[in-house]
Each structure stands twice: as C-alpha cells, then as structure tokens.
C-alpha cells in the first residue's frame, strides 16, 4: 500500500471502535444466492411415460418391430449385423434420468441421420430390480418414439439381456440419397 492508500484508509477507519466481546457475537453466513433452474427446451417435448409399468420378466426378451418392416431387417438386428453408430449406458442412473438421456439420445440420433444405436441398459437379478424396471421403461419408451423402427436384445458381446439395438428410421436426407443411388444403377 502507498503512501496515499493507507492515510485515506486511516481516514476512513477514524470513527470505527472496536468490538468489546467478540465471543459473544454470532457471524452469519452470508445467504446462497438462488440458482434459478432454467428449464431443459430439449426436454419440454420430452413425451416418454412414467406412470405404471408392467414389469417385463427376465425371461422374455426384448424385441418389437414396425408394421411393414421386413422380418429379414429385425432378424439381421437381433443378430448385431448392423454396425453400432451410437450408445447410451443407462446402468446404475434412476429412472427419470433414464428417460431424459434416451430422448435426448434418440433427438441427436436422429438429427444426425444415424440409423442404429446400442443402449445399455443393465442385467437385474430379479423382477423387481432397478436394472429390470429399467429395462421394462425402455420397452415402452422406444415403442413411443416414430423414429425407431425396431429394437431387440443385444448378442452377447454387446451385452446380451442387458442391452439392446435399436434401429431408426431412415432421414429424409438418407432417402433422398439411396434412392439417387438406386436410380443410377437402374439406368
């Protein structure tokens, strides 16, 4: 501090006294200011279900097509010949979590053009276990969204009873483009 700083300090300081008996004064913590918690705009169109759920058993698995999607396309996904484009691991997150990460996935997937994704959802002991319930939201989910066109469980080095491929809808832009290379082949 100069010369100047500390007499105008000492100026300003000149009508303090101090206190007397500091132990008897309580210091309080200043306030938190509140976070004002600004609303995810993605998840505003978050359309995904969580009232009751029926408990899909561990024996049964997953899969579920469209109508009009040819048999050989789901069969050619329950056996992982489809290359994974994405994933998502739900393991071990609770369940509205779960639900905003798969429509979040699910937006970008499609925003992207990207056609088969991987998700992970974890194995459950029993029925009633988090990574079953999980597992039966995801059923239901999927099954809302336009975009998916089908989804099964994974082969076993992709996670078996634990995940499953989903595949997605073409984009306008991906029909536009195999339909240019079909009609060239045709000519």
Same mark, same amino acid.
């Given at each position: 501090?100069?010369?100047?700083?500390?007499?105008?300090? &000492?100026?300003?300081?000149?009508?303090?006294?101090?206190?007397?008996?500091?132990?008897?004064?309580?210091?309080?913590?200043?306030?938190?200011?509140?976070?004002?918690?600004?609303?995810?705009?993605?998840?505003?169109?978050?359309?995904?279900?969580?009232?009751?759920?029926?408990?899909?058993? /561990?024996?049964? /698995?997953?899969?579920?097509? *469209? @109508?009009?999607?040819?048999?050989?396309?789901?069969?050619?996904?329950?056996?992982?010949?489809?290359?994974?484009?994405?994933?998502?691991?739900?393991?071990?997150?609770?369940?509205?979590?779960? *639900?905003?990460? /798969?429509?979040?996935?699910?937006?970008?997937?499609?925003?992207?053009?990207? *056609?088969?994704? =991987?998700?992970?959802?974890?194995?459950?002991?029993?029925?009633?276990?988090?990574?079953?319930?999980?597992?039966?939201? =995801? %059923?239901?989910? /999927? $099954?809302?969204?336009?975009?998916?066109?089908?989804?099964?469980?994974?082969?076993?080095?992709?996670?078996?009873?634990? %995940?499953?491929?989903? $595949? &997605?809808?073409?984009?306008?832009? %991906?029909?536009?483009?195999?339909? @240019?290379?079909? %009609?060239?082949?045709?000519?």
């Amino acid at each position: 501090m100069n010369l100047d700083e500390k007499s105008l300090f &000492l100026e300003a300081m000149e009508d303090v006294k101090p206190l007397k008996d500091c132990n008897s004064n309580q210091w309080l913590k200043p306030a938190k200011e509140k976070r004002v918690h600004k609303p995810d705009i993605e998840q505003l169109d978050n359309f995904l279900t969580t009232d009751f759920l029926e408990i899909i058993p /561990l024996t049964t /698995l997953l899969e579920f097509k *469209r @109508e009009g999607l040819q048999t050989g396309v789901l069969d050619k996904l329950r056996l992982g010949k489809y290359s994974q484009q994405a994933s998502l691991n739900l393991i071990r997150q609770p369940v509205e979590q779960c *639900r905003q990460m /798969l429509f979040s996935t699910i937006q970008q997937a499609k925003k992207e053009g990207l *056609r088969n994704l =991987l998700i992970v959802h974890g194995k459950g002991r029993e029925d009633k276990s988090h990574a079953n319930i999980v597992r039966s939201y =995801l %059923a239901r989910w /999927l $099954a809302e969204f336009d975009e998916v066109q089908a989804f099964c469980s994974a082969m076993p080095h992709h996670g078996g009873s634990g %995940a499953c491929y989903v $595949a &997605l809808k073409k984009s306008d832009q %991906a029909k536009v483009e195999n339909w @240019e290379r079909h %009609a060239k082949r045709s000519r």
